[in-house]
């Protein structure tokens, strides 16, 4: 059984930085894409970055260019970094493993990042 635990989430002004971590526990995840996603309040959760096991990378729209995903293999962790936030980033952030070509996923239980002067 996998769990992945998120932690870094804030309170922060816009224009501010906030680093997210999930750390996985259990099984290996070196095969797995691992992501984040986020909930904004009466929304619908959305992509925001993923990562495969190889480094490939790919981003929502609304956050190329000032958020960066990164992973350590040999820390079983995930890490989103947040610049240049904006109000409209505000939403609870969930980390996400997905084993390829499978229906296997976990979820974590997510962190909430507020921006807001």
Known sequence: ????????GGLVQPGGSLKLSCAASGSILL???????????????????TITSGGSTNYA???????TIS???AKNTVIL??????????AVYYCHANRPSTI????????????SS
């Open 71 to 73: 992973r350590d293999n």
């Open 104 to 115: 296997i996923t976990y979820w974590g239980q997510g962190t909430q990042v507020t921006v």
């Open 31 to 49: 095969i797995y894409t691992l992501g984040w996603y986020r909930q904004a309040p009466g929304k619908q959760r959305e992509l925001v970055a």
């Open 1 to 8: 059984q996998v769990q992945l635990v998120e932690s870094g």
């Open 61 to 67: 729209d609304s956050v190329k260019g000032r958020f």
């Open 81 to 90: 970094q947040m610049n240049s936030l904006k109000p409209e980033d505000t």
